[in-house]
């Protein structure tokens, strides 16, 4: 946790640099979500692994004055990224705070609602974290997250990945252990809700689009939202760039000349 907390500190300049682009390609799945939640006015709103906040943001604005926002995430700068970008756009009924969402500083039944937008597959015991999920929500509250599905389907960012491991400059993600991808199985997914206790469970494909322009400017947003790519470019020889650069080069030629990749996110709801 704390090696991921570091990197997720690390990453959080990139994301703040990239957030208007980011949120262009990205907020069809935040406003799906926040439809799946249909937060009312006056209540509480949780939303966890935050990042940059935007989809709590959209949340916030139809809670109105007399609800809350809690925008939460477990590495600091992102918080305060965070802060800056809802001061940005005036939302006024939100509260920042460093959360860890597999343990909560919040007590039991406190909160309506709950968002988090890609951020349980990256925890060690998204098990864990759903139970807390359930447990500061109220009975009847309710839950809309997103995670992505399988790599094949998100050449966005897999494209990248898939060459570093045949080249040998990155580890082939292990089943089971934490990732972007380690949530993709729906019946996995179905499972691992209804048994932190949750009914009424739906899940949704949500389809996305980053409109890079070109490949240097998707292998610069790319590199600048994670770190694994990012430490292992910075490992390899000239040679070994060079090589991998041809190998990115051809492997991207197929979304040439627009680099707008396709991605797909799967978006479930449920109720506590
Ligand atoms: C892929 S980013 C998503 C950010 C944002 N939700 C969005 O959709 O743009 C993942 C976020 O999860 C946060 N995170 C990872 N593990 C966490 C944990 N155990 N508790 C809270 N936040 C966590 C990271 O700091 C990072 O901001």
Same mark, same amino acid.
């Given at each position: ?6 990197t997720? &500190? ?12 980011i949120?262009?390609g ?6 799906? !979500?926040?439809?799946?939640l249909?937060?009312?006015p006056g209540?509480?709103v949780l ?7 935007d ?6 604005q139809?809670?109105?004055p007399a609800g809350?926002l ?5 590495a600091?700068?992102?918080v305060?990224?965070?802060r800056?970008?809802?001061g940005?756009?005036?939302?006024? &009924? ?5 959360l ?9 039944g406190?909160v309506?609602?709950v968002?988090?937008r890609?951020?349980?597959?990256? !925890? ?8 807390e999920t ?6 009847g509250?309710? #839950? ?9 389907? &998100?050449?966005w960012?897999s494209?990248?990945?898939r ?9 082939r993600p ?8 380690a ?5 996995l997914?179905?499972?691992l ?6 009914r ?6 949500v389809?996305l ?11 610069a947003?790319?590199l ?11 490992? #390899?020889?000239p ?22 990749p ?8 449920a109720r506590?």
């Open positions: 946790l704390t090696e991921s907390l570091e997720w &500190n690390a990453s959080a300049p990139g994301w703040e640099r990239e957030r208007d682009f949120w262009a990205s907020r069809a799945v935040g406003e799906r !979500m926040v439809a799946a249909d937060p009312q209540e509480t939303e966890l692994a935050a990042g940059l906040g989809t709590g943001f959209i949340a916030a139809r809670l109105g809350r809690i925008s939460s995430d477990f600091p700068a992102m305060e990224a965070a800056r970008r809802g940005e756009l005036g939302i006024e &009924n939100a509260e920042h705070r460093v860890d969402a597999q343990a909560l500083d919040l007590p039991d406190s309506d609602g968002l988090c890609w951020g349980y597959m990256l !925890m060690p015991d998204p098990a864990q974290a759903l139970a359930r447990r500061v929500l109220r009975d509250g309710r #839950l809309a997250f997103a995670v992505w599905a399988d790599a094949r389907r &998100n050449p960012v494209t990248f990945g060459v570093y491991v045949e080249l040998g400059h990155m580890e292990v089943p089971g252990e934490p990732g972007q991808f949530l993709a199985d729906p019946g997914l179905r499972g809700v209804e048994e932190a206790g949750f009424d469970v739906q899940l949704e494909e389809p689009e980053f409109r890079f322009g070109s490949l240097e400017r998707w292998w947003v790319v600048g939202l994670g770190q694994r790519l990012a430490t292992a470019t910075a490992a #390899l020889s040679a070994e760039r060079e090589r991998a650069e041809a190998a990115v080069e051809a492997a991207a030629a197929p979304f040439a000349p627009a680099y707008a396709p991605g797909l996110s799967l978006v479930v709801s506590a």
